[in-house]
């Protein structure tokens, strides 16, 4: 339920001020951990077992040249993509409890931040309804990022087994070719989940400030090492979201139209969004 939170605010104290700057929510990185740890790495392992087994098959193949050879190898990738599917019904559970649980930890922080900000305690008057879509959005995101992960590997260990059959490549580098795979799933699985994070929280600090009939942020780069240039240019700018609300000056600084990229919205942008309260 929507409320109008700068007037509640102006009830709780007596605000002289202009603008009150809510403090910055930044998601800590083990949130990103848990969720590559839970949903993503058990994926990439079901990959890295297999690999011996398939190994095993490439070198008969490749021993044999038989006719019905490559079809063992075949089988020990199906077998593992087989074992990845199987695996989704629990991953698509637990990625759930991920999202329930990063939606806690925003709620509490938001809570705390607006009362510490206003005197205003939203503890009854928001929940998990309020942003019921984006948490729906995140997880379906989530696990088809999960499947995605599994098919890419599946792809780069058939292409680097068969493209060796084929080139009756030695057995140890087809190997290593599949160590490749498997660890870039594990890097891919790491950014993924960091950059989830950063998105789920950003769509959320986008519906509490609707929810409470804000709409005025600040720009907050991520301060990551290889930013983009222009999001890091747009820290501490100021922009509202009600249409036609650039142009306009409050507290003597010059309010903008948000850009196309909002935070986090660009893939592994780190950026986020700061809520500013204005009473006018
Ligand atoms: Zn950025």
Redesign the pocket.
């Known amino acids: 339920m929507p409320f109008d939170l700068p007037a509640m605010a102006r009830r709780a104290r007596n605000v002289r001020r202009k603008t009150i700057t809510i403090r910055d929510i930044i998601p800590p990185q083990m949130l990103a951990r848990d969720l590559a740890r839970t949903a993503y790495a058990p994926i990439v392992a079901v990959w890295e077992d297999a690999t011996p087994r398939i190994m095993d098959a490439y070198a008969l193949s490749l021993a044999q040249m038989t006719t019905d050879s490559p079809a063992d190898v075949q089988r020990e990738i199906e077998a593992a993509e087989g074992e990845a599917s199987r695996l989704y019904l629990l991953l698509d559970a637990r990625l759930r409890d991920w999202t329930l649980r990063v939606e806690r930890w925003f709620r509490g922080k938001w809570r705390g931040a607006i009362l510490s900000a206003t005197g205003v305690d939203l503890g009854t008057l928001i929940g998990p309804e309020g942003v019921r879509a984006s948490l729906e959005t995140h997880l379906a995101w989530n696990a088809d990022l999960v499947r995605d992960v599994s098919a890419q590997t599946r792809q780069r260990i058939s292409a680097a087994v068969f493209d060796g059959l084929r080139a009756r490549t030695p057995a140890r580098e087809v190997a290593a070719k599949i160590r490749e795979a498997t660890g870039l799933a594990r890097d891919r699985s790491t950014r993924i989940a960091s950059d989830q994070l950063t998105k789920l929280t950003s769509s959320l600090a986008d519906e509490r400030r609707r929810e409470a009939g804000i709409d005025l942020w600040k720009w907050r ?2 301060g990551k090492r290889h ?2 240039e222009d ?1 890091r240019a747009r820290d501490g700018n100021l922009y509202a979201d009600r249409p036609g609300g650039g142009g306009e000056t409050v507290d003597g600084q010059r309010v903008l139209d948000p850009p196309e990229d909002r ?1 986090a919205r ?1 893939p592994y ?3 986020r969004s700061q809520s500013v309260i204005r009473f006018d």
């Open positions: 780069h991520s930013p983009r999001h935070p660009l942008c780190g950026c």
